[in-house]
């Protein structure tokens, strides 16, 4: 659990990026965080500590333990929806990038041999239909 000075949004946001980063999951906007297990010790989070203090902020851990199954379920399931939300951009991100890239180069006319063989005056039907490959 954190608290950072609301004077600017320049210290919220740079813990905002860290603890994500980290994985932990926002229960409630403005400062009440959980990171898993593995996540909630040790020197990744106290560097954002540190952090938080740099700021003049306060920040408290209290460690989960026992509990009802049913909010551990909910907590695991939560982290999972997390993770599956941050490799979905990942995927969205290099698609648009690869598609770019190869438009671009399309544009370029910077064809591969595989691309250009075939047609010796360079890319034809089949170089523009085929699949597009990075150069060597």
């Known amino acids: 659990m954190y608290r ?6 320049r210290a919220r946001v740079a813990v905002w990026r860290e603890l994500k980063r980290l994985g932990a999951l926002q229960i409630q906007p403005g400062g ?3 990171a898993g297990p593995s996540r909630c010790t040790g020197t990744p989070l106290d560097k954002v500590r540190e952090r938080i203090e740099e700021f003049g902020g306060e920040n408290m851990i209290f460690m989960l333990t026992g509990g009802e199954e ?20 990942i ?46």
């Open 70 to 89: 049913r909010v551990h379920q909910t907590l695991v399931e939560s982290f999972r929806e997390n993770s599956a939300k941050e490799y979905a951009e």
């Open 91 to 136: 995927v969205e991100e290099c698609e648009t990038k690869f598609f770019k890239e190869i438009g671009f180069e399309r544009f370029r006319e910077n064809y591969t041999f595989e691309e250009r063989r075939g047609d010796p005056s360079g890319p034809g039907e089949a170089a523009a239909s085929a699949p597009q490959g990075r150069r060597a």
């Open 32 to 34: 009440v965080r959980i």
């Open 4 to 9: 950072v000075p609301s004077t600017t949004s």
